[in-house]
Protein backbone atom coordinates (compact mmCIF):
# COMPACT_ATOMS: atom_id res chain seq x y z
CA UNK A 1 0.00 0.00 0.00
CA UNK A 2 1.54 3.32 -0.72
CA UNK A 3 2.10 5.98 2.05
CA UNK A 4 -0.12 8.61 0.15
CA UNK A 5 -2.59 7.55 -2.87
CA UNK A 6 -4.41 9.66 -5.24
CA UNK A 7 -6.17 8.92 -8.68
CA UNK A 8 -4.61 10.31 -11.19
CA UNK A 9 -7.05 11.10 -13.24
CA UNK A 10 -7.69 13.25 -15.59
CA UNK A 11 -10.58 14.44 -13.72
CA UNK A 12 -12.72 16.77 -16.06
CA UNK A 13 -14.91 19.36 -15.06
CA UNK A 14 -16.98 21.91 -16.45
CA UNK A 15 -15.76 25.79 -16.40
CA UNK A 16 -17.33 27.49 -12.88
CA UNK A 17 -18.04 23.66 -11.75
CA UNK A 18 -16.83 22.11 -8.65
CA UNK A 19 -13.52 20.18 -8.56
CA UNK A 20 -12.99 17.57 -5.86
CA UNK A 21 -9.96 16.54 -5.15
CA UNK A 22 -9.33 13.09 -3.10
CA UNK A 23 -6.94 11.39 -1.31
CA UNK A 24 -5.95 8.60 1.15
CA UNK A 25 -2.49 8.04 3.39
CA UNK A 26 -1.60 5.00 4.94
CA UNK A 27 -0.75 5.71 8.41
CA UNK A 28 -2.44 7.16 11.57
CA UNK A 29 0.41 9.50 12.79
CA UNK A 30 0.49 11.92 10.23
CA UNK A 31 -0.22 15.33 11.60
CA UNK A 32 0.48 17.90 8.53
CA UNK A 33 -1.40 17.66 5.29
CA UNK A 34 -0.35 19.82 2.48
CA UNK A 35 -2.19 20.27 -1.11
CA UNK A 36 -0.23 21.80 -4.09
CA UNK A 37 -0.72 22.63 -7.20
CA UNK A 38 1.42 21.90 -10.18
CA UNK A 39 2.03 22.97 -13.78
CA UNK A 40 3.21 21.15 -16.77
CA UNK A 41 7.48 21.89 -16.55
CA UNK A 42 6.83 24.06 -13.42
CA UNK A 43 7.57 23.25 -9.63
CA UNK A 44 4.62 22.79 -7.06
CA UNK A 45 3.14 25.46 -5.65
CA UNK A 46 1.67 25.31 -2.26
CA UNK A 47 -1.95 25.92 -2.35
CA UNK A 48 -3.29 24.49 1.24
CA UNK A 49 -2.01 23.41 4.47
CA UNK A 50 -4.14 21.81 7.02
CA UNK A 51 -3.50 20.11 10.30
CA UNK A 52 -6.70 19.46 12.13
CA UNK A 53 -10.13 17.67 11.24
CA UNK A 54 -12.58 19.30 9.45
CA UNK A 55 -12.35 22.20 7.03
CA UNK A 56 -10.36 24.86 6.22
CA UNK A 57 -10.92 27.28 3.47
CA UNK A 58 -9.17 30.23 1.54
CA UNK A 59 -11.30 31.92 -1.23
CA UNK A 60 -12.13 29.30 -3.82
CA UNK A 61 -10.31 26.48 -2.32
CA UNK A 62 -11.19 24.60 0.74
CA UNK A 63 -9.04 21.41 2.35
CA UNK A 64 -11.43 18.52 4.07
CA UNK A 65 -9.45 16.43 6.41
CA UNK A 66 -10.70 13.08 8.32
CA UNK A 67 -8.03 11.65 10.18
CA UNK A 68 -10.47 8.82 11.63
CA UNK A 69 -10.83 7.68 7.50
CA UNK A 70 -7.40 8.87 6.70
CA UNK A 71 -8.57 10.49 3.93
CA UNK A 72 -7.93 14.40 2.67
CA UNK A 73 -10.07 15.99 0.41
CA UNK A 74 -9.66 19.71 -1.99
CA UNK A 75 -12.52 21.27 -3.43
CA UNK A 76 -11.94 24.14 -5.83
CA UNK A 77 -15.07 26.27 -6.34
CA UNK A 78 -15.87 28.12 -9.46
CA UNK A 79 -13.57 26.26 -11.35
CA UNK A 80 -11.55 28.21 -14.20
CA UNK A 81 -9.48 26.95 -17.07
CA UNK A 82 -6.56 28.38 -15.17
CA UNK A 83 -7.03 25.69 -12.66
CA UNK A 84 -6.08 23.24 -14.93
CA UNK A 85 -2.91 21.10 -13.84
CA UNK A 86 -1.77 18.39 -11.64
CA UNK A 87 -2.78 18.52 -7.85
CA UNK A 88 -0.50 16.62 -5.77
CA UNK A 89 -1.48 15.40 -1.88
CA UNK A 90 1.62 15.31 0.58
CA UNK A 91 1.58 14.74 3.88
CA UNK A 92 4.42 16.10 6.67
CA UNK A 93 7.23 13.98 8.43
CA UNK A 94 6.33 11.40 10.48
CA UNK A 95 8.60 12.05 13.04
CA UNK A 96 7.09 15.84 13.64
CA UNK A 97 10.68 17.00 12.58
CA UNK A 98 12.29 17.53 10.13
CA UNK A 99 10.94 18.64 6.50
CA UNK A 100 9.68 15.70 4.62
CA UNK A 101 6.78 15.79 2.43
CA UNK A 102 5.41 12.58 1.33
CA UNK A 103 3.69 13.08 -1.98
CA UNK A 104 0.91 11.09 -3.98
CA UNK A 105 1.49 10.56 -7.63
CA UNK A 106 -0.92 13.47 -8.41
CA UNK A 107 -4.40 14.33 -9.62
CA UNK A 108 -4.64 15.59 -13.43
CA UNK A 109 -7.18 18.14 -13.48
CA UNK A 110 -8.84 19.88 -16.63
CA UNK A 111 -10.86 22.19 -16.71
CA UNK A 112 -13.02 22.91 -19.70
CA UNK A 113 -14.69 25.51 -21.43
CA UNK B 1 10.42 39.40 -1.93
CA UNK B 2 12.48 36.78 -3.23
CA UNK B 3 11.44 33.12 -3.36
CA UNK B 4 13.59 29.78 -3.48
CA UNK B 5 16.07 30.18 -6.35
CA UNK B 6 17.69 27.36 -7.86
CA UNK B 7 20.59 27.23 -10.32
CA UNK B 8 21.17 26.15 -13.01
CA UNK B 9 17.68 25.54 -14.24
CA UNK B 10 19.06 23.21 -16.80
CA UNK B 11 21.43 20.60 -17.48
CA UNK B 12 22.72 18.09 -19.28
CA UNK B 13 25.64 15.56 -18.09
CA UNK B 14 27.10 12.82 -19.54
CA UNK B 15 26.59 9.13 -17.65
CA UNK B 16 30.05 8.77 -15.06
CA UNK B 17 30.09 12.66 -14.45
CA UNK B 18 29.36 15.05 -11.39
CA UNK B 19 26.59 17.50 -10.84
CA UNK B 20 25.83 20.17 -8.13
CA UNK B 21 22.99 21.83 -7.74
CA UNK B 22 22.39 25.11 -6.02
CA UNK B 23 19.54 26.76 -3.71
CA UNK B 24 18.87 29.88 -1.95
CA UNK B 25 16.22 29.85 0.62
CA UNK B 26 13.64 32.26 1.46
CA UNK B 27 15.03 34.93 3.26
CA UNK B 28 14.47 34.32 6.79
CA UNK B 29 14.35 30.54 6.12
CA UNK B 30 16.43 28.20 7.80
CA UNK B 31 15.66 24.67 6.37
CA UNK B 32 16.07 23.21 3.08
CA UNK B 33 14.98 19.99 1.87
CA UNK B 34 15.96 18.53 -2.01
CA UNK B 35 13.46 16.26 -3.70
CA UNK B 36 13.95 14.50 -7.15
CA UNK B 37 10.81 14.62 -9.07
CA UNK B 38 10.37 11.69 -12.42
CA UNK B 39 7.97 12.16 -14.79
CA UNK B 40 4.63 10.88 -13.79
CA UNK B 41 5.41 10.93 -10.29
CA UNK B 42 5.45 12.89 -6.86
CA UNK B 43 8.12 14.35 -5.70
CA UNK B 44 10.70 12.01 -3.60
CA UNK B 45 12.14 12.98 -0.48
CA UNK B 46 16.74 13.20 -0.62
CA UNK B 47 17.43 15.33 2.25
CA UNK B 48 16.95 17.84 4.52
CA UNK B 49 19.02 20.09 5.99
CA UNK B 50 18.22 22.61 8.87
CA UNK B 51 20.64 24.90 10.83
CA UNK B 52 23.97 23.38 8.68
CA UNK B 53 22.78 19.55 9.56
CA UNK B 54 21.28 17.12 8.05
CA UNK B 55 17.88 16.30 9.51
CA UNK B 56 16.82 13.79 6.97
CA UNK B 57 17.78 11.25 4.31
CA UNK B 58 15.27 9.76 2.18
CA UNK B 59 16.30 6.51 -0.01
CA UNK B 60 18.93 7.69 -2.56
CA UNK B 61 22.46 5.69 -2.99
CA UNK B 62 25.79 7.30 -1.75
CA UNK B 63 26.19 8.70 -4.63
CA UNK B 64 24.06 11.92 -3.24
CA UNK B 65 25.20 14.25 -0.99
CA UNK B 66 24.10 17.45 0.18
CA UNK B 67 25.15 20.02 2.45
CA UNK B 68 24.15 23.73 3.79
CA UNK B 69 26.23 26.75 4.20
CA UNK B 70 26.31 29.27 7.15
CA UNK B 71 23.89 31.64 4.93
CA UNK B 72 21.21 28.57 4.46
CA UNK B 73 21.92 28.36 0.93
CA UNK B 74 22.17 24.19 0.02
CA UNK B 75 24.11 22.59 -2.30
CA UNK B 76 23.26 18.92 -3.56
CA UNK B 77 25.67 16.67 -5.08
CA UNK B 78 25.15 13.71 -7.45
CA UNK B 79 28.25 11.56 -8.29
CA UNK B 80 29.03 8.97 -11.03
CA UNK B 81 25.76 10.01 -12.81
CA UNK B 82 23.25 7.03 -14.26
CA UNK B 83 20.67 7.56 -17.10
CA UNK B 84 17.93 7.25 -14.02
CA UNK B 85 19.23 10.41 -12.40
CA UNK B 86 17.10 11.77 -15.14
CA UNK B 87 14.78 14.22 -13.06
CA UNK B 88 13.57 17.86 -11.83
CA UNK B 89 15.39 18.56 -9.25
CA UNK B 90 13.50 20.39 -6.36
CA UNK B 91 14.60 22.73 -3.41
CA UNK B 92 12.43 23.52 -0.54
CA UNK B 93 12.74 25.48 2.10
CA UNK B 94 10.91 26.25 5.10
CA UNK B 95 11.19 28.49 8.73
CA UNK B 96 12.17 25.58 10.60
CA UNK B 97 12.65 22.06 10.84
CA UNK B 98 9.25 20.76 11.37
CA UNK B 99 6.31 20.53 9.31
CA UNK B 100 3.68 21.19 11.79
CA UNK B 101 2.20 24.87 11.57
CA UNK B 102 4.89 25.47 8.86
CA UNK B 103 5.03 25.29 5.36
CA UNK B 104 7.70 24.30 2.45
CA UNK B 105 7.93 26.23 -0.41
CA UNK B 106 9.81 25.13 -3.85
CA UNK B 107 12.05 26.77 -6.07
CA UNK B 108 11.67 26.51 -9.96
CA UNK B 109 14.12 23.42 -9.66
CA UNK B 110 16.67 22.14 -12.01
CA UNK B 111 15.88 19.92 -15.21
CA UNK B 112 18.94 17.54 -15.06
CA UNK B 113 19.00 15.41 -18.56
CA UNK B 114 21.92 12.60 -18.28
CA UNK B 115 22.37 11.22 -21.47
Known amino acids: QKEVEQNSGPLSVPEGAIASLNCTYS??????FFWYRQYSGKSPELIMSIYSNGDKEDGRFTAQLNKASQYVSLLIRDSQPSDSATYLC?????????????FGTGTQLKVEL | DAGVTQSPTHLIKTRGQHVTLRCSPISGHKSVSWYQQVLGQGPQFIFQYYEKEERGRGNFPDRFSARQFPNYSSELNVNALLLGDSALYLC??????????????FGQGTRLTVV
Open chain 2, 92 to 105: ASSVTSTLRDTEAF
Open chain 1, 90 to 102: ARGGLTGGGNKLT
Open chain 1, 27 to 32: DRVSQS
